[in-house]
């Protein structure tokens, strides 16, 4: 089985940082691809920031330039950098992956609990 678990969400004013962890655990045999997606209520899941297969990322517009995915490839762990953070940032962030568990090669995506990033005007 694989565990994806998020930490460092919070509360923050708007101009302020935070910094995401999603910590991948379990039997795993290679992470194809790991990255952030973010939720309001009402609102579909959108991406916010990937790592796909070949190192390849992917920022959504509203990001770029204020975020920054990066990665731990030896502890499995995928951080998200947030700088002049915006209200509109405010949802609940959740890390997905897609995973290969055992020799068997089939891929499996996997998803994190989320964490809730609050910001304030």
């Known amino acids: 089985q694989v565990q994806l678990v998020e930490s460092g969400g919070g509360l923050v004013q708007a101009g302020g940082s935070l910094r995401l962890s999603c910590v991948a655990s379990?039997?795993?045999?290679?992470?194809?691809?790991m990255g952030w997606y973010r939720q309001t209520p009402g609102k579909q899941r959108e991406l916010v920031a990937t790592?796909?297969?070949?190192?390849?990322?992917n920022y959504a517009d509203s990001v770029k330039g204020r975020f920054t995915i990066s990665r731990d490839n030896a502890k499995n762990t995928v951080y998200l950098q947030m700088n002049s953070l915006k209200p509109e940032d405010t949802a609940v962030y959740y890390c997905?992956?897609?995973?290969?568990?055992?020799?068997?090669?089939?891929?499996?995506?996997?998803w994190g609990q989320g964490t809730q990033v609050t910001v304030s005007s």
């Open positions: 997905k992956a897609r995973v290969v568990p055992n020799e068997r090669g089939y891929e499996y995506q996997y």
């Open positions: 379990g039997t795993i045999l290679s992470i194809n691809a």
């Open positions: 790592f796909s297969s070949g190192a390849t990322i």
